[in-house]
C-alpha cells in the first residue's frame, strides 16, 4: 500500500494531488445520493454543487410528501456521475443496478451537465429514489406525478391545466366529479390563476328555477346589470339575487385579496338588488365597481402566472 501510494505521489505534482483531493464526491440525504464530477476541475466548480444540490433537495421532497422519515444509507443508492463534455448534448443516461445484499441502485450520467435536460433528470432522480428508498421500480407517469405532489406551485399548475382540459373537452386524468371536485377547491390558497377569475365570472348570471320558466317570459339567463333593469317586470329576479350572493362570495374564498374583494363587491350588489331598497343609478354603480375590481383580479393573476414560470 505505502509502495503504490509513493509510486502515485512520484507520477503528480503536489497541484494535482490537491487537485484529486478536491475532487471528492458530494454526498447527501443521509447518504442517497452521490455526486461524483468526472470533469475537468472548471466544470466540476460549476456544476457539482448545483446538481447535487438538486438531486439532495428532490429526494428530501420526496420524503415530506409521501411523509416518511429519511433512512441512512450506508452506500449510495442515487449515484449521478458528471462527465466531461462541453457541447450541447442533453442526454439523461440511466443505468439500475441491484447488489449481492438485495439492495438496489440507479447512476444517473449527465455527459454534459452544461445542457442536460433538467426535467429529464428530475424524473429520473424520482425513479432513482422510489427504486432505493421504497423498491418500486415506478414508471415516468408516476415519477412526474410524484414530483408534482412535491411543490404547491407545480399542484396549481397541474390543476388549471386540468381544469382547462376538461373544460375544453380534452383527456383529463380524473372522471367528471373528481374534475368538478377540482374547479370547486382552492388550488393555492392565497392566490388566483387567470382560469380561477375567468370561471368565476363566467358564474355572473342568474337563471330561473326552470328553463321553461324563464324570466319576463323570454330570458333563459341575465347578466346581473340586466337584472337590476328586469327585476321590476319579474320579482323572482330578486329572490334568485338573495340566492346567488353566497355563492358568489364563496367562490372568492381562499384565493387572491383582489379576488376576494370582487366576490364580496358583487355578493353585496346581489343582496341590495334582491331587497329592492336601492334605485337602479346606484345598484348600476354597485355591479361597475365590481366589474372594475375583477379586471384587476384577472390582471394580478396574469402577473402571478407570469411571474411563476
Given amino acids: 500500500m505505502l509502495a503504490a501510494t509513493a509510486i502515485l505521489a512520484a507520477a503528480l505534482s503536489r497541484a494535482e494531488i490537491i487537485e484529486r483531493f478536491r475532487a471528492a464526491p458530494i454526498t447527501g440525504a443521509q447518504g442517497l445520493v452521490q455526486v461524483v464530477a468526472e470533469c475537468p476541475a472548471d466544470m466540476r466548480k460549476e456544476f457539482q454543487g448545483p446538481v447535487a444540490g438538486m438531486a439532495i433537495d428532490m429526494c ?14 450506508e452506500r449510495p443508492g442515487i ?16 443505468r439500475r443496478v441491484s447488489r449481492a445484499d438485495g439492495t438496489k441502485a440507479t447512476r444517473i450520467l449527465l455527459p454534459a451537465p452544461g445542457y442536460a435536460d433538467l426535467d429529464e433528470f428530475r424524473l429520473e432522480v424520482a425513479r432513482a429514489f422510489f427504486l432505493s428508498v421504497k423498491g418500486e421500480d415506478i414508471g415516468r407517469d408516476e415519477a412526474r406525478m410524484a414530483i408534482i405532489a412535491t411543490d404547491p406551485r407545480l399542484k396549481a399548475d397541474y390543476a388549471h391545466a386540468q381544469i382547462e382540459n376538461w373544460l375544453a373537452g380534452r383527456p383529463v386524468d380524473g372522471d367528471d366529479e373528481a374534475m368538478l371536485k377540482m374547479c370547486r377547491s382552492v388550488v393555492m390558497p392565497g392566490t388566483a390563476h387567470p382560469s380561477d377569475v375567468l370561471r368565476f365570472a363566467s358564474r355572473l348570471f342568474l337563471y330561473p328555477e326552470a328553463y321553461d320558466r324563464p324570466f319576463c317570459g323570454r330570458y333563459r339567463s341575465c347578466s346581473f346589470h340586466d337584472a337590476v333593469d328586469l327585476a321590476e ?3 323572482r329576479i330578486r329572490f334568485f339575487a338573495l340566492v346567488k350572493a353566497p355563492q358568489v362570495a364563496a367562490f372568492g374564498a381562499g384565493r387572491s385579496e383582489p379576488l376576494i374583494e370582487a366576490a364580496k363587491l358583487y355578493s353585496d350588489a346581489l343582496v341590495e338588488l334582491g331587497r329592492g331598497k336601492l334605485p337602479k343609478e346606484r345598484l348600476h354603480a354597485m355591479f361597475d365597481e365590481a366589474d372594475a375590481k375583477l379586471n384587476v383580479a384577472l390582471e394580478d393573476a396574469m402577473k402571478t402566472e407570469e411571474n411563476g414560470k
Avoid: E, H, I, Q
Fill in 233 to 235: 317586470a319579474d320579482p
Fill in 79 to 94: 449515484t449521478v456521475v458528471l462527465g466531461d463534455v462541453r457541447t450541447n448534448l442533453t442526454d439523461v443516461v440511466t
Fill in 60 to 73: 428530501t421532497k420526496l420524503y415530506a410528501s409521501l411523509r416518511m422519515k429519511p433512512s441512512r444509507f
